[in-house]
């Protein structure tokens, strides 16, 4: 049975896995005995164990043998390395003296090899002095013979020969020399290159750019050819505007545009052949013609909007059809090459597109409130009727916020976001004067009202729906300022750098769409710029609102209408309230003495006017319950916004009916109580008269879930006390308030 030892020179030997698997294969013989086979394996491990030292044992011999002779070996190789290193030092002795030998002779060799540089300068000035003397002796007769090529040969020697003479006196004689040449020869391929260009001639055009290339006259070579195609674009101009006289530029525009797009794919197509850079020779193409149209485009839409009322419509109108051109031009530039769109020449185009619209830009907020002020001027909101009228207030609200609404979408299309400063500015006075005009209603109304009380509690309900009309211009304003904000951020802030697909490497400065930057297109000033640019920063960091100015109005709005509303529901009261002081029973010495002298306070009677006033507080749940029950966020809106009399800042308790009611109790007591202290003297009698009248409206409040007023109470207090007691009860009241009630009892 052989088995494997070589698993004993592993780094890793596990002597179980080694034992475990030999066991493994053992059991797989027939017949194998277990015991048997582990005597064997140990008896051949022994032997293996015995071959092993004998190994170990010779080679330890055959290396104590061999020491001897490797130290002799190793101390040969360490005098050689000695004899190596003393020769090595010989030699770089031997460099050093050859080199402090030889020092002036190097530099005599420096010295002439550089007088030899200048002498063969020298030669060749002369030589390049003497090819232009030549060549400027043979270029007339060149000339004279009209070879277009051996002129231009010779105009670039001459370019040649006058780099190597920059240091002559007479170098810019030469050169203007020389630039009136080129000025010949270019005059005399005139009608060749026009001819070419018109003939759309590729190998014609080829060989002429070869020649101003060499000549370094190339600018002037697309300057031909602008000028070429150029004026055919402005005579199509002209021919559209005289052949459709009837029409206007919003028909004329559609149609040039059509041109100049139809012209850029087939020219870029073309330049591509000729020109080593045809976007930008197509580019400017396309920028000198719009600055060159004749009519000018920003005559023809003054032209336009003379005398129209819709200006701002039209402006729009115009600058979509141009912002439709831009993004085809835009596209088309995009589809060809990478990082064409970031070149200066696309953003001179970008700017000639939108160049007519700037002037306008600027006004946009003149025209926006010319729009919002005749829209406002067509929405009614006074009417004879008061029924009307409060009608027409709320129905005033969705057209006003329509309007407006609008007006953001107005400003979205023809400034791009540019103009949303001044659209505040506008929406502001806008909703100033619809503020001016409600409060103008408003005091109508309540001349009305004071005319009309044949039912006051119709009036009542007049006002809560007038109060709505105030939360639903609350809850209409909110949401605007939302809309404005997100559009600002959203059109302007949108306005950030891209990078372009495929950048170079290291190169990680960002790149504009010139065709989106409408704060470059639009806007004239840096300032301006700025200030809109701060507007947005404000608003992304901690400014909540644009229409701070306008929510600030809508609530003194809500203010005035909630106390309209109060005043109305407390007119009532105020009349029975009005002359309590000046009751003549307070100083009668003889009402209802005979009878009642003797008689206990309970065993008295309210008088008319508090049961009057208990008789309509009684009646105002019922009266509040249904416009107040409901869920109506306008009212609950408006209620947060505007302040009702006598109440206190606070969370909206969960019915507003209770408010409502609160206030008209509160304010019930508080006239009550100025009444009672306006009482100049009153009698007994008469004092426990009115702690009967206190009582019993005491008595109506309890009824209603509400408590008296503290000054009340204290009143009640002061006037119940004895004679002898009053200082003592009065102890911890205001002083003013027990002296006002002592003088009132002739205490």
Partial sequence: MAMDFSKFMDENFDIKEWVNGAFKSHKESPGANKDQYATTMVMKLQMFIQEVNNVIEETSQLA????????????????????????????????????????????MLLQLDSIKSRMQAASNALQEADNWTTLSADIEEVFQSQDIHAISTKLVG?????????????????????????????????????????????????????????????????????????????QSWRTIVDSNDDDTVLEWLPEFYDQLVSTWHSQIKWCSEIFTEPHRVVCELLTETLNSMDPSLSSCIAKMLEGRTNTLEILIDLKQISERFAKSIEAAVDSHGEGEMYKPHVQQL????????????????????????????????????????????????????????????????????????????????????????????????KEKFKVDHSDDWSLFQHSLRIIQ???????????????????????????????????????????????????????????????LDDLV??????????????????????????RFAFDIAFAQLKSHLQDVSTMEMWTSASAGRAITSDLPT???????????????????????????????????????HGKLPYTEERELIEHIADLWLESIARGTMHMYCEEILKIPEITEH????????????????????????????????LLKAPKDDLSSCGENMPQRLVGAISGMRNL
């Fill in 64 to 107: 104590v043998q061999n020491l001897p002779r490797v130290a002799r070996e190793i101390e040969a190789v360490k005098q050689e390395a000695s004899l190596l290193q003393d020769q090595m030092r010989m030699v770089k002795e031997d460099i050093q003296k050859v080199e402090h030998d030889t020092a002036q002779s190097m530099q």
């Fill in 158 to 234: 001459m370019q040649q020969s006058l780099q190597m003479l920059v240091d002559v006196p007479d170098y810019a004689e030469r050169c203007q020399h020389l630039e009136k040449l080129k000025d010949r020869l270019e005059a005399m391929l005139s009608p060749q290159l026009v001819a070419a260009f018109n003939a759309q001639s590729i190998d014609t055009a080829e060989a002429f750019v070869r020649i101003f290339s060499n000549i370094n006259r190339l600018p002037q070579l697309y300057k031909y050819y602008h000028k070429c195609h150029k004026n055919q674009l402005l």
């Fill in 350 to 445: 970008a700017m000639a597109v939108y160049a007519p619209y700037r002037p306008y830009i600027m006004k946009y907020s003149n025209f926006e409130d010319s729009v919002l002020d005749n829209h406002l001027n067509n929405i009614p909101l006074d009417h004879t009727e008061v029924i009307d009228c409060v009608r027409l207030l709320g129905e005033s609200v969705s057209r006003l916020f329509s309007a407006a609404n609008e007006s953001n979408e107005r400003c979205t299309k023809f400034t791009n976001g540019c103009g949303y400063i001044g659209l505040v500015k506008s929406l502001k006075s806008y909703f100033t004067s619809y503020g001016r005009e409600f409060r103008r209603v408003l005091t109508n109304l």
């Fill in 469 to 531: 009309t105030c939360g639903e211009l609350l809850l209409h304003t909110d949401e605007l300022d939302d809309n404005l904000m997100s559009s600002i951020i959203s059109s302007v802030g949108k306005q950030q750098p891209t990078t372009p697909r495929s950048p170079r490497p290291g190169d990680s400065r960002f790149r504009y769409n010139p065709f989106h930057m409408y704060t470059e297109l639009l806007l004239e000033t840096q300032g301006d710029r700025t200030a």
């Fill in 537 to 562: 920063t404000r608003l992304e960091e901690d400014v909540p609102s644009v229409l701070e100015d306008v929510k600030t109005e809508m609530s003194a709005l809500s203010v005035a209408v909630h």
């Fill in 686 to 717: 008469a004092t426990r008269q009115l702690t009967t009248d206190i009582d019993y409206l005491c008595n109506v409040l309890d009824d209603l879930g509400l408590q008296p007023s503290d000054l009340m109470k204290n009143i009640a207090s």
């Fill in 602 to 640: 309970f065993s008295l009677s309210p008088l008319e006017y508090i049961t009057q006033i208990g008789q309509y507080l009684m009646t105002l749940p019922q009266h509040l319950e249904p416009f107040t029950t409901q869920d109506n966020p306008a009212i609950i809106t408006a209620l947060k």
